[in-house]
């Protein structure tokens, strides 16, 4: 104890200030979180008073499911509830199989369907009433799956031999990685639209996701790279050598070597791609965080911005700890088979 | 030595290969019967490894012919996959696929070149395990063994693609000198079944006892080629004297 806290006069001091401030500010925010909080009842009980809570009881819907009209909520509802299973059924390696691809491609196709309705006797939901949670998901949902891919090729694209494809993968990469998201976003849904031939319109949720993709496709593809070239030569040599073809050789041999060997930054791409996706509310998409700040701007309510953003935090973080929990637990099953 | 056919099983033919502007190969011409053992040796850099590599076209020779079992190697993707059916090669530092098992080492060509059905695959690999002595080890990774094991494991691997030539380049001399004896037993007994073998390799013990020609190469070219007893006995070239005693002590 004292060696750690006390060992000189630097750490000391460390210590003293630190017990200070969180002596002060710790009863401050219980205070605010829970003695003076309000937890029951109108807008006029959070005037004055500690965080207010009843805000989240009668905002949350409105949170995680935006603009969706209100009577067909438990569509998105069961959206996410489908794609968590999903995520948990694909989490053993041993799950990860031909049937489990399908299963996501249906349980995509499925979410989609059950968000735009139209079919079945349910009502049609336009992209631009979807918002909140289901938003935010398929977006990473779709990003990832699309740019994933992609960044195989791209990666192995810039190793080719093949002028042509290293030339065009160099220059995609670098282009894309050396512009702000934003501004892709931007490029996607603005520009686009005035390139197209008139009467044909893209969708804007599509636009987004066109953005979000590009920009991972590239990211990703850079991390794939570093695994590549982690690879022994005569690993594929050996391949080779066994009558397999560079296809073979690469999917079976080279490409699940290199995407071990670079599981944390990869990880780190991804956590980067599902906090990205909030940046859509700029082109006026309703994803949780801009379902949130609408909901803030009810005039009846006394904006608790702390209370909705820590709301939403929340969700964010037990995602993205959540992602990153489960690469680690990758990386230590995967250390066996990594030389 | 053992039975050997007179038919040449793979012949090169003023054979060159450059890397850029450097001579590596100069004017091979080697002819090697079914069933003989070569064992090749020389200094480093002299070419042995790039010599039996152009045999299974890992590398492009540049000049000449080479024609294993009847096919003659271009640059055709079709005569290279024909000619690697039949060749099995095995490595200085093994290759093995450290994210594949033993066993999964074993069936992933069969199924994927041969396309052999798994269940079918998995009875050769084990087969094959038993064979050089590791069955128990089927279910490991490779990192999980000693590198003795990892040299076996990669010779049954090769074998269960029942090639009728087999490449060794150094196969013990990644090895720690108590694993050396475990990996050349398996070749001599792999030689004494009539198998086609090059080996590259300073094994002069082993060469004595399977080799049918030895060769000694040096700067590219083939210096010399002989039977065992004579090439180590009484070398006829300067440069072979130079190179046994050099190794001898
Ligand atoms: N991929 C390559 N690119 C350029 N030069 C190469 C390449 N591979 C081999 N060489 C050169 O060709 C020559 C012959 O190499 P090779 O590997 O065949 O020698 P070796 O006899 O097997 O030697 P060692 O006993 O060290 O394995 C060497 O000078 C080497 O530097
Ligand atoms: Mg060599």
Redo the contacts with the bound molecule.
């Keep these: 104890m004292r060696e750690i806290f006390f060992s000189d006069l630097a750490s000391a001091m460390t210590t003293l200030i630190l017990a200070v401030v969180i002596l002060t500010a710790v009863p401050q925010i219980l205070s605010w979180a829970i003695f003076d909080s309000v937890w029951t009842g109108d807008p006029a009980a959070c005037v004055d008073a500690g965080a207010c809570w009843s805000f989240l009881g009668e905002k949350h819907p409105f949170i995680l499911f935006g603009i969706y009209p209100p009577d067909e909520r438990w569509r998105p509802l069961v959206v996410i509830l489908l794609l968590i299973a999903l995520a948990l059924w694909t989490l053993p390696t041993a799950h990860w199989t031909r049937r489990t691809l399908y299963l996501w491609i249906a349980g995509v196709f499925t979410a989609l369907l059950l968000m735009r309705g139209g079919v079945f006797g349910l009502q049609h939901v336009p992209t631009a009433d979807w918002g909140g949670l289901p938003v935010t998901l398929l977006l990473t949902v779709l990003s990832l799956a699309i740019s994933f891919p992609f960044a195989i090729v791209l990666a192995l694209g810039r190793q080719s031999k093949l002028r042509i494809f290293s030339w065009a993968s160099i220059g995609f990469i670098e282009i894309v990685r050396g512009l702000p998201l934003l501004s892709l976003l931007f490029i996607t849904s603005i520009m686009l639209p005035l390139m197209l031939p008139e009467g044909i319109t893209i969708d804007n949720l599509l636009r987004a996701l066109a953005a979000l993709t590009i920009y991972a496709a590239a990211f990703l593809a850079e991390v794939i790279r570093g695994g590549l070239q982690g690879v022994n030569t005569g690993q594929a040599e050996a391949a080779r050598a066994l009558g397999m073809r560079w296809v073979q050789t690469t999917r079976l041999i080279v490409l699940p070597q290199a995407i071990r060997k670079v599981i944390p930054p990869l990880t780190n791409t991804v956590v980067v791609v599902v906090k990205n996706t909030s940046l859509v509310l700029v082109i006026g998409l309703f994803d949780l965080l801009s379902a949130g700040r609408a909901a803030l701007s009810d005039p009846d309510w006394p904006a608790p911005y702390a209370e909705t953003y820590l709301f939403i935090a929340v969700i964010y973080f037990a995602i993205c700890f959540g992602i990153s929990r489960y690469s680690l637990w990758l990386e230590k099953k995967f250390e066996q088979g990594v030389q | 030595m053992s039975q050997t056919s007179n038919a040449p099983i793979i012949r090169m033919n003023s054979v060159h290969k450059w890397?850029?502007e450097?001579h590596?190969l100069r004017n091979i011409d080697l002819n090697v019967r079914e069933g003989e053992k070569l064992v090749i040796c020389?200094?480093?850099?002299?070419?042995?490894?790039?010599?039996i590599?152009c045999i299974n076209a890992l590398?492009n020779h540049d000049e000449g012919d080479i024609t294993v079992n009847g096919n003659t190697l271009t640059r055709d993707l079709k005569s290279i996959n024909d000619i690697r059916r039949d060749i099995g090669m095995v490595f200085?530092s093994f290759n093995l696929f450290p994210h594949l098992t033993v066993l999964e080492n074993c069936t992933l060509a069969p199924v994927q070149v041969k396309k052999t059905p798994l269940g079918k695959a998995a009875e050769t690999a084990r087969h094959y395990l038993e064979r050089v002595k590791i069955p128990e080890q089927a279910d490991k990774f490779p990192g999980q063994l000693s590198g003795g094991q990892q040299q076996r494991v990669a010779i049954a691997r090769a074998l269960c693609m029942e090639p009728k030539i087999m490449l060794f380049?150094?196969p013990t001399s990644a090895l720690d000198t108590e694993m050396v004896k475990e990996v050349l037993d398996i070749m001599v007994s792999l030689a004494g079944e009539g198998m086609t073998m090059l080996c590259?390799t300073h094994e002069m013990g082993f060469a004595r006892k399977v080799a049918d020609r030895v060769i000694f190469?040096d700067e590219?070219q083939i210096i010399e080629i002989n039977d065992p007893t004579s090439f180590f006995d009484n070398p006829q070239h300067e440069r072979t004297r130079a190179f046994l005693s050099q190794i001898m002590h």
């Design positions: 890397f850029d450097y590596a020389g200094p480093s850099g002299s070419g042995k490894s790039t010599l590599r590398e200085q380049d150094e590259v190469m590219g």
